[in-house]
């Protein structure tokens, strides 16, 4: 009754962690096993019998009867007279059995053994959760908001696992209260340690194919391929779909009616705003619709460098450019070509790599990623959008501006 006392005491863990009583016994065996290993140098000569049903546990020593006075390993051998205590009829070189009360191993050894019964415990508990997320990689996926910090926020799911969901895999404007539901993809499942890391992300472009899933059945059933996303979160996406069906429009299927299938998307992305097209396998056209809603007249394409020279009107570019310069990066990124806007139809401009040599390469580089590569594409816009556009220094800007229009000005 001591051992089964015991037991008891060590099954609470069982029921925390939700542990079945058949694990249970495995892991006290192994447990047991290295404290009689510690307490008496080998294991070998010790037989342990669980029995899961009882939540019982009994340990054996089996040992060599040798005469009083010649033991040499205690732990393997038993003089006759101590033997014959047990039984009074053995004799020398018979077997002993004799068994071991887990009280006898001492009280150091018994707190020793509990400390490392909840550590395998929870060795066990963390293995199982991270084998339950490691192949989720990618999957949709809510849990519930338990803890708030300045670098991520800690979910738990039903089943009490811990998420994160780190700052930066955070949509900017994400607002979370405590018991909040929140919904992101599964981006990273690791060990480290012995401890599971389980990494959700809103920031992912995979969450929101997940979300087009999720809320447009077309794609759910797979009659509308999602071929690509691209994301700046909380601001802007662009999405190709396609579909083998002729007789279903792909984006007016995923749009809906007014935008009603989409709504959905956009409200938990933040109001990030979409663009759905429809994709092509003609490289010419696909580069055309991504720079939606700008209309170009148009394009040269050099396949080998990767780039290509987009030429539109005037009037066109900052569509072409968007906001922040988001349209031409995401259709850089949708089309995986660099692209170079020009415009048409305008005199005398000058190209920004005229003035390397007053204006550092840099700067230049920074001016062209948002699509302005003439000095008349920087001064035709206001100070206070080419510094939101490029996020450069107010001081530099007014540099540049007072470079440019002197040129115009001479």
Same mark, same amino acid.
């Given at each position: 009754?001591?051992?089964?006392?015991?037991?008891?005491?060590?099954?609470? /863990?069982?029921?925390?962690?939700?542990?079945?009583?058949?694990?249970?016994?495995?892991?006290?065996?192994?447990?047991?096993?290295?404290? +009689?290993?510690?307490?008496?140098?080998?294991?070998?000569?010790?037989?342990?019998?669980?029995?899961?049903?009882?939540?019982?546990?009994?340990?054996?020593? =089996?040992?060599?009867?040798?005469?009083?006075?010649?033991?040499?390993?205690?732990?393997?051998? #038993?003089?006759?007279?101590?033997?014959?205590?047990?039984?009074?009829?053995?004799?020398?070189?018979?077997?002993?059995?004799?068994?071991?009360?887990?009280?006898?191993?001492?009280?150091?050894?018994?707190?020793?053994?509990?400390?490392?019964?909840?550590?395998? #415990?929870?060795?066990?508990?963390?293995? =199982?959760?991270?084998?339950?997320?490691?192949?989720?990689?990618?999957?949709?996926?809510?849990?519930?908001?338990?803890?708030?910090? =300045?670098?991520?926020?800690?979910?738990?799911?039903?089943?009490?696992?811990?998420?994160?969901?780190?700052?930066?895999?955070?949509?900017?404007?994400?607002?979370?209260?405590?018991?909040?539901?929140?919904?992101?993809?599964?981006?990273?499942?690791? +060990?480290?340690?012995?401890?599971?890391?389980?990494?959700?992300?809103?920031?992912?472009?995979?969450? +929101?194919?997940?979300?087009?899933?999720?809320?447009?059945?077309?794609?759910?059933?797979?009659?509308?391929?999602?071929?690509?996303?691209?994301?700046?979160?909380?601001?802007?996406?662009?999405?190709?779909?396609?579909?083998?069906?002729?007789?279903?429009?792909?984006?007016?299927?995923?749009?809906?009616?007014?935008?009603?299938?989409?709504?959905?998307?956009?409200?938990? +992305?933040?109001?990030?705003?979409?663009?759905?097209?429809?994709?092509?396998?003609?490289?010419?056209?696909?580069?055309?619709?991504?720079?939606?809603?700008?209309?170009?007249?148009?394009?040269?394409?050099?396949?080998?460098?990767?780039?290509?020279?987009?030429?539109?009107?005037?009037?066109?570019?900052?569509?072409?450019?968007?906001?922040?310069?988001?349209?031409?990066?995401?259709?850089?990124?949708?089309?995986?070509?660099?692209?170079?806007?020009?415009?048409?139809?305008?005199?005398?401009?000058?190209?920004?790599?005229?003035?390397?040599?007053?204006?550092?390469?840099?700067?230049?580089?920074?001016?062209?990623?948002?699509?302005?590569?003439?000095?008349?594409?920087?001064?035709?816009?206001?100070?206070?959008?080419? #510094?939101?556009?490029?996020?450069?220094?107010?001081?530099?800007?007014?540099?540049?501006?007072?470079?440019?229009?002197?040129? /115009?000005?001479?």
């Amino acid at each position: 009754m001591e051992n089964l006392a015991l037991i008891e005491s060590f099954s609470e /863990f069982k029921d925390e962690k939700l542990i079945d009583r058949v694990t249970l016994m495995v892991i006290l065996e192994e447990v047991f096993r290295n404290t +009689l290993k510690r307490k008496f140098g080998s294991d070998d000569n010790f037989d342990i019998i669980i029995n899961p049903d009882k939540g019982d546990l009994e340990i054996w020593r =089996n040992r060599i009867v040798v005469k009083d006075g010649e033991v040499e390993d205690p732990n393997q051998e #038993i003089e006759l007279f101590q033997a014959q205590k047990i039984e009074p009829d053995f004799e020398v070189g018979e077997d002993v059995s004799e068994e071991v009360k887990l009280i006898d191993l001492g009280r150091r050894s018994i707190q020793t053994l509990r400390q490392n019964l909840v550590s395998k #415990i929870f060795e066990h508990d963390s293995t =199982n959760t991270y084998n339950q997320f490691k192949d989720r990689t990618g999957d949709l996926f809510t849990a519930e908001v338990h803890h708030i910090r =300045n670098r991520e926020v800690i979910l738990l799911d039903d089943d009490g696992n811990e998420i994160i969901l780190p700052k930066d895999r955070q949509i900017p404007n994400d607002f979370f209260r405590k018991g909040d539901n929140v919904r992101g993809v599964i981006e990273i499942v690791e +060990l480290r340690g012995n401890k599971p890391r389980i990494i959700l992300s809103r920031t992912s472009p995979i969450f +929101l194919e997940k979300l087009f899933e999720q809320e447009i059945p077309e794609v759910f059933d797979g009659l509308i391929t999602i071929k690509k996303a691209v994301r700046i979160p909380g601001e802007k996406a662009k999405v190709a779909v396609d579909s083998y069906d002729d007789r279903i429009d792909p984006v007016g299927a995923c749009v809906g009616m007014k935008g009603s299938r989409i709504h959905g998307i956009v409200r938990e +992305l933040g109001n990030e705003n979409i663009d759905v097209i429809n994709y092509t396998n003609n490289l010419q056209l696909f580069i055309t619709r991504a720079l939606s809603p700008a209309k170009i007249n148009s394009l040269k394409i050099d396949e080998e460098a990767k780039r290509v020279q987009v030429f539109l009107n005037p009037d066109e570019v900052s569509k072409a450019i968007g906001r922040g310069g988001h349209n031409i990066r995401l259709a850089g990124k949708l089309t995986g070509y660099e692209i170079d806007v020009y415009r048409e139809g305008v005199e005398e401009d000058v190209e920004l790599t005229e003035f390397s040599d007053e204006i550092d390469s840099w700067v230049i580089d920074e001016f062209k990623k948002v699509g302005l590569d003439t000095a008349k594409s920087v001064i035709e816009l206001e100070k206070e959008d080419l #510094i939101k556009r490029t996020d450069l220094e107010e001081e530099t800007v007014n540099e540049v501006i007072r470079i440019l229009k002197a040129e /115009f000005e001479e």
